[in-house]
């Protein structure tokens, strides 16, 4: 089974930054789309952030748009979430999924690949 691992969660700030990050020798990103879903304690999973690799077209929650920037380094097959200026609310567990959602950020049976998660947590 394909593992996408990931790296780059710690305990912040609120107003700090973070960067994340997901890779894996096992597939290549090209062609998928690629995305950050969160799941904060008591909440649903949702998708935060989402680009597909191939167009470039990125998607953003209303909920971290102008915070957060979504990027995909092919060379690297990485893809990274820029978290900026981040709040108390953040405060979850991200996880990134490789997939082909017909539409962004999709559900999450529509992904094929998920990192094992990484947690985030913004103090105020």
């Known amino acids: 089974e394909v593992q996408l691992v990931q790296s780059g969660g710690d305990l912040v700030q609120a107003g700090g930054s973070l960067r994340l990050s997901c890779t894996t020798s096992?597939?290549?990103?090209?062609?998928?789309?690629l995305t950050w879903f969160r799941q904060a304690p008591g909440k649903e999973r949702e998708g935060v952030s989402c680009?597909?690799?191939?167009?470039?077209?990125?998607y953003y929650a209303d909920s971290v748009k102008g915070r957060f920037t979504i990027s995909y380094d092919f060379a690297k097959n990485t893809v990274y979430l820029q978290m900026n200026n981040l709040k108390p609310e953040d405060t979850a567990v991200y996880y990134c999924?490789?997939?082909?959602?017909?539409?962004?950020?999709?559900?999450?049976?529509?992904?094929?690949?998920w990192g094992q998660g990484t947690s985030v947590t913004v103090s105020s």
């Open positions: 999924a490789a997939g082909f959602p017909s539409r962004l950020p999709g559900r999450e049976n529509e992904y094929d690949y």
């Open positions: 096992e597939v290549t990103f090209d062609g998928y789309a």
């Open positions: 680009i597909r690799s191939a167009v470039g077209t990125t």
